[in-house]
C-alpha cells in the first residue's frame, strides 16, 4: 500500500514537468514500487510468517529477490535527472 502512494505521488509531481522528464520520473516511481513490493514480500512470508520450507524459499525469498534485484538495476539505469530527481 505505501508502494502505491509513493508511486502515485512521483506521478503527480511528473505532470509539472516535459514529456521527457516525466516519462523519466515515471519510471523511477514504478520501478522503486516494483522493488518495494518484492521486498514485502519477502518481509511478510519468509522473515515474519516464517514460511522457509521448499518451494516457499523459492517462492517467498529467492523468486522476489531476484526480481527486486532486476528492479534496482533498472532503476540505476534510468536517466540523471529522473534519479537526482526522485532522490531529492
Do not use: E, Q
Not at 509513493?6 to 523519466?24: H, R, Y
Not at 515515471?26 to 514480500?41: E, Q, Y
Not at 522473515?47 to 523459492?58: E, F, M, T
Amino acid at each position: 500500500m505505501n508502494a502505491i502512494a509513493l508511486c502515485a505521488t512521483v506521478a503527480l509531481l511528473a505532470l509539472m514537468m516535459n514529456v521527457t522528464t516525466s516519462t523519466s520520473f515515471i519510471n523511477f516511481g514504478a520501478f522503486l514500487a516494483f522493488t518495494l513490493v518484492n521486498l514485502s514480500v519477502i518481509g511478510h512470508y519468509y522473515l515474519l510468517l516464517k514460511r522457509r520450507g521448499g518451494w516457499d524459499a523459492l517462492r517467498y525469498l529467492v523468486a522476489p529477490a531476484l526480481s527486486a534485484l532486476s528492479s534496482l538495476w533498472l532503476l540505476i539505469s534510468l536517466d540523471r535527472t529522473a534519479i537526482m530527481l526522485g532522490s531529492a
